[in-house]
T-cell receptor, first 113, second 113 residues
Framework: ELKVEQNPLFLSMQEGKNYTIYCNYSTTSDRLYWYRQDPGKSLESLFVLLSNGAVKQEGRLMASLDTKARLSTLHITAAVHDLSATYFCAVVPYGGSQGNLIFGKGTKLSVKP | DTEVTQTPKHLVMGMTNKKSLKCEQHMGHRAMYWYKQKAKKPPELMFVYSYEKLSINESVPSRFSPECPNSSLLNLHLHALQPEDSALYLC????????????FGPGTRLTVT
């Protein structure tokens, strides 16, 4: 059974600092997703990572995937308050369908001035 | 049209009521999903429809009854719910269940009194 672990689960950052959120998963996968969720809102798709070594960047967020290590990272550069949200990684096991999407527990990020 | 819509946005219902949640997409997607999300938890898959047929039912209690009348529309019929069913209900769709990405709707916030 696929397990997805994120850490940390809570992250309090100061504006302007850099930090990384980690997402480990337990079985082979070639599809990993990062979502953002604001309180009371739906999921916003941030990144779709489909191959080993994939790296994607959008603004102050950069995501990477190492399928051999079964690890993805979400790096935050020079954090700003607007990045405060909960971030989920989610994985589809190799050969699986979207109905097999497994979410991590989420990382609640709070960026303080 | 590149979005998934859900109605209503908020719903308060008593334990003896019958209500329905509605989800619609006009992207030509043939897979549609219902998720339940409790506060501070990741989304949990409830049902998957693929080509208008129920393909996954994650052991959801029978007080939740899904329906897919056509390829654009997904309903979730609610009857005799319990207070612990209060949650954010998210609908999502994808081109097929083997597609690379799901698109999430804005959600319905359900409160059972």
């Amino acid at each position: 059974e696929l397990k997805v672990e994120q850490n940390p689960l809570f992250l309090s950052m100061q504006e302007g600092k850099n930090y990384t959120i980690y997402c480990n998963y337990s079985t082979t996968s070639d599809r990993l997703y990062w979502y953002r969720q604001d309180p009371g809102k739906s999921l916003e798709s941030l990144f779709v990572l489909l191959s080993n070594g994939a790296v994607k960047q959008e603004g102050r967020l950069m995501a990477s995937l190492d399928t051999k290590a079964r690890l993805s990272t979400l790096h935050i550069t020079a954090a700003v308050h607007d990045l405060s949200a909960t971030y989920f990684c989610a994985v589809v096991p190799y050969g699986g369908s979207q109905g097999n999407l497994i979410f991590g527990k989420g990382t609640k990020l709070s960026v303080k001035p | 049209d590149t979005e998934v819509t859900q109605t209503p946005k908020h719903l308060v219902m008593g334990m003896t009521n019958k209500k329905s949640l509605k989800c619609e997409q006009h992207m030509g997607h043939r897979a549609m999903y219902w998720y339940k999300q409790k506060a501070k938890k990741p989304p949990e898959l409830m049902f998957v429809y693929s080509y208008e047929k129920l393909s996954i039912n994650e052991s959801v209690p029978s007080r939740f009854s899904p329906e897919c009348p056509n390829s654009s529309l997904l309903n979730l019929h609610l009857h005799a719910l319990q207070p612990e069913d209060s949650a954010l209900y998210l609908c999502a769709s994808s081109l097929t269940d083997r597609a690379y990405e799901q698109y999430f709707g804005p959600g319905t916030r359900l409160t059972v009194t």
